[in-house]
């Protein structure tokens, strides 16, 4: 479904991403981790065109989406949520959910509608009409991931979608990971390793900009030595 090849990005002169490369097929959960710093974000953004490489190709059910500028990409069916999450305040939770329908493709599924979410997600719809500026950390995360399937994503992309969120958080944002991966393709990423471990089925490893690791979490679980050497301490 999505192939990265061999990716170069930059921020001016810095070399953020030095050849990176992953697939993710249909169907699949996959996680990219690494430490603060080591391109996982510059690689999502990189697949949707935030920060398009210099060299190397994007591709996506077949088509070479390199270069594309990132509402193109997102009405293509890829969705981000961002790390920090970007929930509009002074709009409430329905009215954030609504301002992603015009980032729908014109045609192909409907699955999400703002109404739809809500009665999935009966946390959210108890919130309705509260300021998304009041939500807790949890809650937005919640909600950035609702606005995401709003625009009908094929491929979501979830920037650290635990990052700052308590322990009985991140469960239910696992839970709903593992819910939404009957229908929705995923490429998370995360610093450390249990919450994929437990969610995705396999995972790249990112040092400095390149792909120190690539393999199945199964496998990954039986090498607690990657863990040390490339990844934070959970
Ligand atoms: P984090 O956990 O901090 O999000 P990350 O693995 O996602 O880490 P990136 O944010 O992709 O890492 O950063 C990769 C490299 O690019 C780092 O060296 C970082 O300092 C640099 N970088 C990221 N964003 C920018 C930017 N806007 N301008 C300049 N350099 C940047």
């Not at 002074?90 to 493709?105: D, H, Q, W």
């Not at 950035?144 to 920037?159: H, K, N, S």
Request: a negative charge; proline letters at 6%.
């Amino acid at each position: 479904m999505l192939r990265v090849e061999g990716i170069h990005t930059y921020y001016g002169e810095s070399h953020a991403l030095q050849g990176v490369s992953l697939e993710v097929d249909a169907g699949e959960v996959v996680c990219l981790l690494g430490r603060n710093g080591a391109g996982k974000s510059t690689t999502l953004k990189s697949v949707i065109g935030l920060t398009p490489p210099r060299r190397g190709r994007v591709v996506f059910e077949d088509q070479d989406i390199t270069g594309r500028p990132a509402h193109w990409i997102a009405r293509r069916g890829i969705a981000l949520v961002p790390e920090d999450r970007r929930i509009f305040p002074g709009l409430t939770v329905y009215e954030n959910l609504e301002v992603a329908m015009n980032r729908r493709p014109e045609s192909g599924q409907r699955r999400w509608s703002p109404e739809r979410v809500l009665e999935a997600y009966p946390m959210l719809a108890e919130l309705r009409n509260q300021d998304g500026a009041t939500l807790s950390g949890g809650q937005q995360q919640m909600l950035a991931i609702a606005r995401a399937l709003v625009t009908e994503p094929r491929l979501l992309l979830l920037d650290e979608p635990n990052e700052g969120l308590a322990p009985v958080i991140v469960q239910q944002i696992g839970a709903l990971i593992d819910e939404l991966a009957a229908t929705t393709t995923m490429l998370f990423t995360d610093q450390s390793v249990p919450f994929a471990l437990r969610h995705a089925q396999r995972a790249y490893i990112l040092e400095k900009g390149e792909v120190a690791y690539a393999g199945t979490t199964a496998e990954l679980r039986e090498h607690p030595e990657l863990q040390e050497r490339y990844l934070s301490v959970a």
